[in-house]
């Protein structure tokens, strides 16, 4: 579906069929991509899931096993790096201490196209584009983590590469320059219309950043597809609990298309297909999908369920309430089964103290079903 939305566009790069092995760990099962022209692709996942390596495959750092990388219709798969036309940018920056800003960023311009004026006029076009004019001849330990990570952007970019590659390159900085840099990296990368891959564990990041993300687990991929559609349209329950909270309830599917709720309500949703009755599936909503209900004669158009107030956290913009399915709540031991999490506006709790009943209503729009394996059903 994710293709054929955006077939129209071109294909800068494609990853097809790539597995990675390191001895007899699978890092990369069996990895089906495309980075279309002018994209920003962000590659989200938890330590571990093969991002970063995925990353090195395509830089060229490391080689695949299987498959092939293609750029612009060509197989670069066995070219070596410095041939791929690739920038990359890692997380520590990785300028050269004994060279100067400019050095730096002309580092890449070699080859006989490059003369000397040209290299000069390039350099400082990039310096004024990351806004560092002024500092040619200061070295990189007398700027400051964002300012080093411009430069390394700059010299990533100075040599026009196809595709830019960036290895979780603001986790180092500290987060009021962070977000700052953020923004800049998309505006530039908008700016050069340049096909761009950003490694990332911070979903905050690639939801701000991305034109599409792709969500990663395990050497797999479980989602590729916009922001909007991963957050609102979560194609497992591992997306939809890695990207943003989701309360899970258990469930069970009675018959065809009726749910059975926390052993509590009866929910009509539409499944995907037919399942045999009882059969058990998790039943999951978004902390900010549920509302409090004052009058309870009104009917549900989803499911209502009756909660006792646990605790009660204060978010800023939201208020928290950790509520319980169960009265006697003192002596939950299972607290992350049957404990929901609900963001409300700070007025709708006003009123509400401690150990209250607070009924909540969830629409069936806001509701996802999760099988077995973790796919969703609904
Ligand atoms: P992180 O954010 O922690 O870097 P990641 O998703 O980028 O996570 P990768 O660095 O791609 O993860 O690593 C994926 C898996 O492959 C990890 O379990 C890692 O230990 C393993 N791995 C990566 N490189 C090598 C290597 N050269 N030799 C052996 N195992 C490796």
């Given at each position: 579906a994710d293709i054929s939305r955006i077939s129209s566009k071109k294909t800068?790069?494609?990853?097809?069929?790539?597995?990675?092995?390191?001895?007899?760990?699978?890092?990369?099962?069996?990895?089906?991509?495309?980075?279309?022209?002018?994209?920003?692709?962000?590659?989200?996942?938890?330590?571990?899931?093969?991002?970063?390596?995925?990353?090195r495959l395509v830089a060229g750092l490391d080689e695949v096993d299987e498959g092939q990388i293609i750029k612009n219709g060509q197989d670069i798969s066995r070219l070596k790096t410095e041939k791929r036309r690739c920038g990359i940018v890692f997380q520590n920056y990785a300028l050269f201490p004994n060279l100067s800003i400019s050095d730096n960023i002309a580092y890449g311009l070699q080859g006989k196209k490059w003369t000397k004026p040209l290299r000069q006029e390039r350099v400082s076009e990039l310096l004024s584009l990351i806004g560092l004019?002024?500092?040619?001849?200061?070295?990189?330990?007398?700027?400051?983590?964002?300012?080093?990570?411009?430069?390394?952007?700059?010299?990533?970019?100075?040599?026009?590469?196809?595709?830019?590659?960036?290895?979780?390159?603001?986790?180092?900085?500290?987060?009021r320059v962070r977000l700052h840099l953020r923004q800049e990296i998309r505006a530039l990368q908008k700016r050069l219309n340049m096909p761009t891959i950003l490694v990332t564990h911070d979903q905050e990041e690639?939801?701000?950043?991305?034109?599409?993300?792709?969500?990663?687990?395990?050497?797999?991929?479980?989602?590729?597809d916009t922001p909007e559609v991963i957050y609102n349209k979560p194609a497992s329950q591992f997306v939809a609990t890695f990207v943003g909270q989701m309360n899970?309830?258990?469930?069970?599917?009675?018959?065809?298309?009726?749910?059975?709720?926390?052993?509590?309500?009866?929910?009509?949703?539409?499944?995907k297909h037919q399942f045999i009755p009882n059969t058990g599936v998790l039943v999951g909503f978004r902390p900010e999908s549920a509302r409090i209900v004052s009058d309870d004669s009104?009917?549900?158009?989803?499911?209502?369920?009756?909660?006792?107030?646990?605790?009660?956290?204060?978010?800023?913009?939201?208020?928290?309430?950790?509520?319980?399915?169960?009265?006697?709540?003192?002596?939950?031991?299972?607290?992350?089964?049957?404990?929901?999490?609900?963001?409300?506006?700070?007025?709708?709790?006003?009123?509400?103290?401690?150990?209250?009943?607070?009924?909540?209503?969830?629409?069936?729009?806001?509701?996802?079903?999760?099988?077995?394996?973790?796919?969703a059903i609904c």
């Open positions: 800068a790069l494609e990853i097809r069929g790539v597995q990675k092995r390191f001895k007899d760990f699978v890092a990369l099962q069996h990895i089906d991509l495309h980075l279309y022209e002018g994209e920003l692709l962000c590659f989200l996942g938890p330590s571990g899931c093969g991002k970063t390596t995925l990353l004019q002024g500092s040619e001849l200061k070295y990189p330990l007398q700027l400051s983590g964002g300012q080093q990570q411009r430069v390394a952007l700059a010299r990533a970019i100075a040599p026009e590469p196809d595709i830019l590659l960036l290895d979780e390159p603001l986790s180092a900085l500290d987060a690639a939801l701000t950043l991305a034109d599409r993300i792709v969500v990663m687990n395990h050497g797999v991929i479980e989602q590729v899970l309830l258990p469930a069970k599917i009675q018959a065809e298309d009726w749910l059975y709720v926390a052993d509590k309500v009866d929910v009509r949703l539409k499944l009104l009917v549900t158009q989803g499911i209502r369920l009756s909660t006792y107030l646990i605790a009660r956290e204060f978010l800023g913009a939201k208020t928290r309430l950790h509520l319980s399915l169960d009265p006697s709540h003192a002596a939950i031991t299972d607290l992350a089964e049957r404990t929901i999490q609900i963001d409300v506006d700070h007025a709708a709790t006003d009123f509400l103290s401690i150990d209250s009943q607070v009924i909540i209503d969830i629409d069936e729009k806001q509701l996802h079903v999760f099988d077995q394996d973790g796919r």
